[in-house]
């Protein structure tokens, strides 16, 4: 097969604590050529996150003089703080023919959904087994204060009510199957015929060895 791939970008989005970035790190070991995009933000760290591996942490002058400059893919407010995708790492992820994962919110994934790179992306919505499964989660991750907590809880059925704008939705109940099925639709999209650039040579090819044969 002569094709070369054209890169993916996959957006995954969900309510906080549905399993987002514990699915990312799945993927990330099951094909380690998936790049990840590291987003911007404004918040502060938590125990644990360093800065350039879990989010580029930025005050809110460097994230707006970033957005100013258009070196955002898309940028949202979030809680309360600012996050954004940067540009330059996605498209050279993407001209080397690798696919980049987001872990993005709704009004990400729908910037990028209607950018000119809307064709080359694929959308996947995570949702929980139930809201209070989906609190358990938020508690036992052990990361945020209650009143943290608290706010990320009220926020998940604004998240929740974008699931209908999504390509694909998966019920993140039991995490290995999760996982099958995440990798199971992320090989089929790269078999999209816009993810083979090389298709067209490939058929012209088959095609003078049809002419020659007959
Ligand atoms: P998000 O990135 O969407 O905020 P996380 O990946 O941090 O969510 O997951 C929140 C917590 O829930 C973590 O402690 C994680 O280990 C746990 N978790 C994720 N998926 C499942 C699942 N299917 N079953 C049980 N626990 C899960
Ligand atoms: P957290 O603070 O828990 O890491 O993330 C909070 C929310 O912000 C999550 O829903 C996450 O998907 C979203 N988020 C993280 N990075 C970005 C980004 O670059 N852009 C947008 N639009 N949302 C983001």
Redesign the pocket.
């Known amino acids: 097969m002569t094709s070369t791939r054209r890169g993916l970008l996959i957006i995954l ?1 969900s309510p ?1 604590g549905a399993g ?1 970035s514990t699915l990312a790190r799945r993927l990330r070991a099951w094909d380690p050529e998936i790049a990840f995009s590291v ?3 404004t ?1 502060s760290p938590r125990p644990g996150e360093e800065d350039g591996r879990e989010y580029h942490f930025l005050s809110e002058a460097a994230f707006k003089a970033q957005v100013s400059q258009d070196g955002m893919l ?3 407010h ?2 309360g703080n600012f ?3 940067p540009k330059a790492p996605v498209a050279a992820a993407i001209d080397q023919g690798r696919d980049v994962l987001f ?3 709704w ?2 994934a729908q910037q990028i959904t209607n950018s000119s790179l809307g064709a080359h992306t694929m959308s996947i919505f995570l949702l929980p087994p139930s809201i209070c499964a989906l609190r358990d989660r938020l508690e036992s991750r052990g990361q945020d204060d209650a009143a943290t907590i608290a706010r990320r809880m009220e926020k998940s059925w604004d ?1 929740i009510s974008h699931w209908g704008a999504y390509d694909f939705v998966l019920v993140n109940d039991d995490l290995d199957e999760t996982e099958a099925q995440l990798k199971t639709i992320i090989s089929a999209t790269r078999l999209r015929r816009s993810q083979q650039p090389g298709l067209t040579d490939h058929v012209r090819g088959l095609q003078t060895e049809f002419e020659e044969l007959s």
């Open positions: 989005s906080s987002k987003s911007a933000t918040r898309e940028h949202a979030v809680f996050y954004g995708s872990d993005i919110d009004q990400g998240e």
